[in-house]
Nanobody, 122 residues
Framework: QVQLVESGGGLVQAGGSLRLSCAAS???????LGWFRQAPGKEREFVAA????????YYSDSVKGRFTISRDNAKNTVYLQMNTLKPEDTANYYC????????????????WGQGTQVTVSS
């Protein structure tokens, strides 16, 4: 079973940028790698996903055009480049993997990391 570890979160001002990293314990092939976020009192929501080969990427409407998901298979790592950050992006960010095609479904993912906190000040 794959386990992921997130890093790269921090405190930034609105309009700033952060790059999150997600390191996998094993090679993640034939799967989607996804980023989700969760604010206190809220459900965990889909942010972005990438097919293991990098052939396909998907984004939620709220981050489209601002965030970019990528991967480096040689390092067993997936990244989330976050630009033009907004206060509403504040949340704990998680990554996980799924072998199912419904890449937006949080219940289909496994290997959740501990999360990394992103806080955007206004």
């Amino acid at each position: 079973q794959v386990q992921l570890v997130e890093s790269g979160g921090g405190l930034v001002q609105a309009g700033g940028s952060l790059r999150l990293s997600c390191a996998a314990s094993v090679r993640t092939v034939n799967s989607y790698l996804g980023w989700f976020r969760q604010a206190p009192g809220k459900e965990r929501e889909f942010v972005a996903a990438i097919w293991w080969s990098g052939a396909s990427t998907y984004y939620s409407d709220s981050v489209k055009g601002r965030f970019t998901i990528s991967r480096d298979n040689a390092k067993n790592t997936v990244y989330l480049q976050m630009n033009t950050l907004k206060p509403e992006d504040t949340a704990n960010y998680y990554c996980a993997a799924t072998y199912y095609t419904d890449y937006q479904d949080v219940s289909r993912y496994q290997g959740w990391g501990q999360g990394t906190q992103v806080t955007v000040s206004s």
